[in-house]
T-cell receptor, first 110, second 113 residues
Framework: TQLLEQSPQFLSIQEGENLTVYCNSSSVFSSLQWYRQEPGEGPVLLVTVVTGGEVKKLKRLTFQFGDARKDSSLHITAAQPGDTGLYLCAGPSSGSRLTFGEGTQLTVNP | SAVISQKPSRDICQRGTSLTIQCQVDSQVTMMFWYRQQPGQSLTLIATANQGSEATYESGFVIDKFPISRPNLTFSTLTVSNMSPEDSSIYLC??????????FGSGTRLTVV
């Protein structure tokens, strides 16, 4: 079973600060995805990284896929209250299932 | 990208009763998935539902408790049967809607009293 370890589990920061969320595994993944979920909604796909070493940017969010395709990180620059939410990394497993990390609950205080 | 309409969005149910949750996708999808989630925590896969075949359940989940229907390529239901307070949770459906992407419904927040 492929597991994804996500850290930190909780993060509370002030508006304008930077932060990084990590997603690690002992297994190689063909791709990794990052989702954000707000209360009362389902997770929404932010990005998919496919190539080892790949870096993708989405406005103030930077996603990186490790060279060995065993880890990924999400960096947010100058966080805003609108970034508050549950961030989940996920990777494909057998039968088109998704394996999810434990999630990072981010709170950005104004 | 695809849109999944899930209903009800929330419900409060008496123990011992059953609730059926519906998900409608605005395009045809091969596989649909049902998850359970405690608020603020990660998702736990309940089962995978393919059209025309029985759902495949994950360890710890059984068909008698969580029967699933998948009558066509755009629709699925999950029933939570003989509910107890331990079934209180958020239930989400999902579908693979691209090469890598998965789309989720907005969830059903179930409280069993």
């Amino acid at each position: 079973t492929q597991l994804l370890e996500q850290s930190p589990q909780f993060l509370s920061i002030q508006e304008g600060e930077n932060l990084t969320v990590y997603c690690n595994s002992s297994s190689v993944f063909s791709s990794l995805q990052w989702y954000r979920q707000e209360p009362g909604e389902g997770p929404v796909l932010l990005v998919t990284v496919v190539t080892g070493g790949e870096v993708k940017k989405l406005k103030r969010l930077t996603f990186q896929f490790g060279d060995a395709r065993k880890d990924s990180s999400l960096h947010i620059t100058a966080a805003q209250p609108g970034d508050t939410g549950l961030y989940l990394c996920a990777g494909p497993s057998s039968g088109s299932r998704l394996t999810f990390g434990e999630g990072t609950q981010l709170t950005v205080n104004p | 990208s695809a849109v999944i309409s899930q209903k009800p969005s929330r419900d409060i149910c008496q123990r011992g009763t059953s609730l059926t949750i519906q998900c409608q996708v605005d395009s045809q999808v091969t596989m649909m998935f049902w998850y359970r989630q405690q608020p603020g925590q990660s998702l736990t896969l309940i089962a995978t539902a393919n059209q025309g075949s029985e759902a495949t359940y994950e360890s710890g989940f059984v068909i008698d408790k969580f029967p699933i229907s998948r009558p066509n390529l755009t629709f699925s239901t999950l029933t939570v049967s003989n509910m107890s307070p331990e079934d209180s949770s958020i239930y989400l459906c999902s579908a693979m809607t691209g090469d890598y992407g998965y789309t989720f419904g907005s969830g059903t927040r179930l409280t069993v009293v």
